[in-house]
């Protein structure tokens, strides 16, 4: 009976499933029937012995069986990123795959359309309670004639541990058609902090240079500053940190056009990062980015992803206070993840993709807060899969 795919149409081993997911109910029926199924066994003619031993086993080996199924679909966390484990997230965090997990859309008594007011406003709130402040962060250019470097200091206490360096992957082709290993005016930067895997396709098609910040193999680009005390801050605020860093010193040493790219949880760090330095960047890629990146908290559709699911499951990618927060429909002054983008989308350009039956990722409140960008007059391009594809558009 597994596994169950996104966009779980029903079915009886789907049914099946989210029944024994109440384990209470199911701790009460299998024991008695069980119990029934060896009595009347026992109790039964017996014409032949071979016939009435069969009948023993399968009764035994039944609700081992079924046990077995209970217990495997049971834990939370098994195969939590698989296509069952989402259909459990959805069971735990939303109830079921067939309704809403959250809408509580804006209600105003005199209609109208955010603004970037309102983006001051989310990004000064969502730094105070969601994602929390990040230590100072420091970039630099530094090299020699056959090779350039990006430095990345976190803090200020000139610990070793904190101060790393990242290599410049070059373009494929120049412009002239030759290759070259150097940045220089007029060129373009791509920066992210998600696997090279996940960036590698893009960088080609924009023939630019690339920067990543996350080795393969690592969680995530903070482990590269192992030892370091500032990079045990919130993952999200302190790599868009990471990211603002960088592109401030590329800026600062050369006239470049540096794009920013995020899948999944890094496209939650590359969206809090161009709100919050909308003024550096060119364009930004967001692939898979979700609930916080950009999609909205207070609209979530079937099986999305939940305020309360990014508290409860990776409470190290938010500020300390998170957990403190109501849930979105009672936040100030209405405000959403819609909000972050409404100034930095007329600043640069913000293409958005993801699968329309990846439920977790929460379409219905990416297209949310593409609608709120549109109605301010920003140009969003949406790049929707039909299927339950997370990640790899670009």
Request: with cysteine; hydrophobic share 45%.
């Amino acid at each position: 009976l597994l596994p169950h795919f996104s966009p779980y149409s029903e079915s009886i081993t789907l049914h099946l499933t989210l029944f024994v997911w109440q384990w209470q109910i199911w701790s009460f029926l299998v024991l008695p029937l069980w119990l029934a199924i060896l009595y009347s066994v026992y109790r039964s003619p017996r014409p032949r012995l071979s016939g009435v031993s069969r009948r023993r086993w399968v009764a035994l080996l039944l609700p081992i069986v079924a046990f077995g199924y209970v217990w495997v679909l049971l834990p939370t966390k098994l195969l939590q990123n698989g296509p069952n484990g989402r259909l459990r997230l959805c069971y735990d965090w939303c109830g079921g795959p067939w309704r809403m997990c959250y809408s509580q859309p804006r209600i105003s008594n005199i209609p109208r359309h955010r603004s970037a007011a309102d983006a001051i406003n989310a990004v000064a709130f969502f730094r105070a309670s969601v994602f929390g402040p990040a230590p100072s962060v420091f970039g630099v250019i530094e090299g020699d004639e056959a090779h350039q470097w990006l430095r990345i200091t976190l803090g200020s206490t000139h610990d070793k541990a904190c101060s790393k360096q990242f290599s410049f992957v070059p373009p494929p082709v120049e412009a002239d058609g030759g290759q070259t290993s150097r940045l220089h005016d007029g060129s373009t930067v791509l920066l992210s902090t998600a696997f090279r895997g996940n960036w590698a396709s893009l960088q080609r098609q924009l023939n630019s240079f690339g920067v990543g910040f996350r080795a393969d193999g690592q969680q995530s680009a903070l482990e590269g500053f192992g030892g370091c005390d500032a990079a045990s801050g919130p993952r999200i605020a302190l790599e868009a940190a990471i990211l603002n860093a960088a592109c401030a010193a590329l800026r600062a040493a050369f006239e470049v056009r540096v794009v920013l790219y995020g899948c999944s949880v890094t496209g939650k760090v590359a969206y809090w990062a161009a709100a919050t330095s909308h003024s550096l960047y060119s364009q930004v890629f967001i692939d898979s980015g979700g609930s916080f990146g950009p999609a909205q908290l207070r609209t979530v559709g079937p099986c999305g992803e939940p305020f309360e699911a990014m508290v409860g499951r990776h409470p190290s990618w938010l500020a300390p206070n998170a957990s403190k927060l109501p849930l979105p429909a009672e936040w100030p002054a209405g405000v959403d993840v819609d909000d972050l983008m409404l100034e930095a989308c007329h600043r640069m350009h913000f293409t958005i993709s993801f699968g329309h039956e990846d439920l977790w990722n929460n379409a219905r409140g990416t297209l949310g807060t593409v609608e709120t960008a549109r109605a301010v007059g920003c140009n969003v391009t949406v790049i929707e899969g039909m299927h339950s594809q997370h990640c790899g558009f670009f």
